[in-house]
């Protein structure tokens, strides 16, 4: 999570700004992912704009994270950010080939706020077998991603590198949930912005037609986080933007960035 790492170096006086610009206009209802029931934001038509939504900490206090997210029971995350679209691909298989690609992750951009200008998500990320592994695995096959498996992955970028765990929570033939967390800090010199599984993601890719696709993906900041990190959600509507468009085969630095500021 570079971008929301750099906006130390904004200053703490800037921080404010960038946050109020953020202000969803679905924060009324509370976050619903397909593991509950009919998603909220909603998956919209194939070829349409995403659907992104995002909640504050101010906002999460009045509900509790869906329990079939296991994000910290019983905790209020302190910020939710979630994108909904529509896919088109001829198979589950796929998708999940494109998503276990970790040695193409380099290729994706994203929208860097404070630059203003497209930035590399990674520059490097892999498999390994655990936080203290220095070595990558080869990419993940789509018969790897199998019910209750987990995998650990590494990525590298600006500030350093941090591990992950990857866990396949449900798989079929026409559906697959997946969910990461940290398991290392995050930090920016002497500042720790995420303690480990601070940082949480569920994704959810669904059928809904013959290649049709519902792609659901939010991230989760929870306890253990610095205020920094929940100060603005556009960090993580663009690397969720970024990562959608990958999944969908849209060349992610094509389009205008969903949060400009």
Same mark, same amino acid.
């Given at each position: 999570?570079?971008e929301?790492?750099?906006t130390?170096?904004?200053?703490?006086a800037?921080?404010?700004?960038?946050?109020? +610009?953020?202000?969803?206009?679905?924060?009324?209802?509370?976050?619903s992912?397909?593991?509950?029931?009919?998603?909220?934001?909603?998956?919209?038509?194939?070829?349409?704009a995403?659907?992104i939504?995002?909640?504050?900490?101010?906002?999460s206090?009045?509900?509790?994270?869906?329990?079939?997210?296991?994000?910290?029971?019983?905790?209020?995350?302190?910020m939710?950010?979630?994108? +909904?679209?529509?896919?088109?691909?001829?198979?589950?298989?796929?998708?999940?080939?494109?998503?276990?690609?970790?040695?193409?992750?380099?290729?994706?951009?994203?929208?860097?706020?404070?630059?203003?200008?497209?930035?590399?998500?990674?520059?490097?990320?892999?498999?390994?077998?655990?936080?203290?592994?220095?070595?990558?695995?080869p990419d993940?096959?789509?018969?790897?991603?199998?019910?209750?498996?987990?995998?650990?992955y590494?990525?590298i970028?600006?500030?350093?590198r941090?591990?992950?765990?990857l866990?396949?929570?449900?798989?079929?033939?026409?559906s697959?949930?997946?969910?990461?967390?940290n398991?290392?800090?995050?930090?920016?010199?002497?500042?720790?912005i995420?303690?480990?599984h601070?940082l949480?993601?569920?994704?959810?890719?669904?059928?809904?037609?013959?290649?049709?696709?519902?792609?659901?993906?939010?991230?989760?900041?929870?306890?253990?986080?610095?205020?920094?990190?929940?100060?603005?959600a556009?960090p993580?509507?663009n690397?969720?933007t970024?990562?959608?468009?990958y999944?969908?085969?849209?060349?992610?630095d094509s389009?205008?960035?969903?949060?400009?500021?």
């Amino acid at each position: 999570m570079t971008e929301v790492i750099r906006t130390l170096l904004l200053l703490l006086a800037l921080v404010p700004s960038v946050a109020a +610009a953020q202000q969803s206009a679905q924060q009324a209802f509370a976050l619903s992912p397909p593991c509950q029931g009919p998603p909220r934001p909603g998956y919209g038509e194939i070829g349409g704009a995403p659907a992104i939504a995002t909640w504050s900490e101010a906002d999460s206090r009045a509900w509790q994270a869906a329990p079939c997210l296991q994000w910290n029971a019983g905790a209020h995350p302190r910020m939710v950010t979630a994108l +909904a679209a529509s896919l088109h691909a001829t198979s589950l298989d796929d998708l999940l080939a494109r998503y276990g690609a970790l040695s193409r992750y380099n290729t994706i951009r994203y929208w860097s706020t404070l630059r203003q200008a497209w930035d590399e998500l990674v520059s490097h990320a892999g498999f390994t077998d655990g936080p203290a592994a220095n070595y990558s695995h080869p990419d993940l096959t789509p018969d790897q991603f199998a019910t209750g498996r987990e995998f650990y992955y590494y990525e590298i970028d600006h500030v350093g590198r941090t591990v992950h765990r990857l866990t396949v929570r449900r798989r079929t033939a026409d559906s697959v949930e997946l969910a990461t967390e940290n398991l290392t800090p995050v930090r920016f010199g002497i500042f720790t912005i995420f303690e480990p599984h601070a940082l949480r993601t569920a994704t959810f890719i669904d059928r809904r037609g013959p290649n049709d696709w519902g792609y659901y993906q939010t991230i989760g900041v929870g306890e253990g986080s610095d205020f920094i990190a929940v100060r603005s959600a556009s960090p993580y509507i663009n690397r969720l933007t970024a990562f959608y468009r990958y999944m969908a085969g849209i060349p992610t630095d094509s389009l205008p960035p969903a949060a400009p500021h």
